[in-house]
Nanobody
């Protein structure tokens, strides 16, 4: 059983930056791929980024490539999402999720409660 807790969301102006953190508790954290998802009002949830168990492989949605960076610290059970050059369309609730596989397949086993990111002037 894993528990995931996100933090770092908030209100930021367009062009600004935020770093989201996901603290994971439970056994065998390093056997789970971790993904960041987001859901905007009236839209379907989408996968934003994923990082493999070892941290050597990452994937990004086309909409965030070059702006967002995912990383993980297996020693401290943390995953981060650095978000730069934020746009109003990045506004959403962001969730981290864990999947018991070396890479994300879009079907996580565990979810966090989410953190709100609002990009507005």
């Amino acid at each position: 059983q894993l528990q995931l807790v996100e933090s770092g969301g908030g209100l930021v102006q367009p062009g600004g930056s935020l770093r989201l953190s996901c603290r994971i508790s439970g056994l065998a954290f390093d056997t789970y791929a971790i993904g960041w998802f987001r859901q905007a009002p009236g839209k379907e949830r989408e996968e934003v980024s994923c990082i493999s168990t070892s941290g050597t492989r990452t994937t990004y949605a086309d909409s965030v490539k070059g702006r967002f960076t995912i990383s993980r610290d297996n020693a401290n059970n943390m995953v981060y999402l650095q978000m730069n050059s934020l746009k109003p369309e990045d506004t959403a609730v962001y969730y981290c999720a864990a999947e018991g596989y070396y890479l994300c397949t879009g079907h996580p086993d565990y979810w966090g409660q989410g953190t709100q990111v609002t990009v507005s002037s």
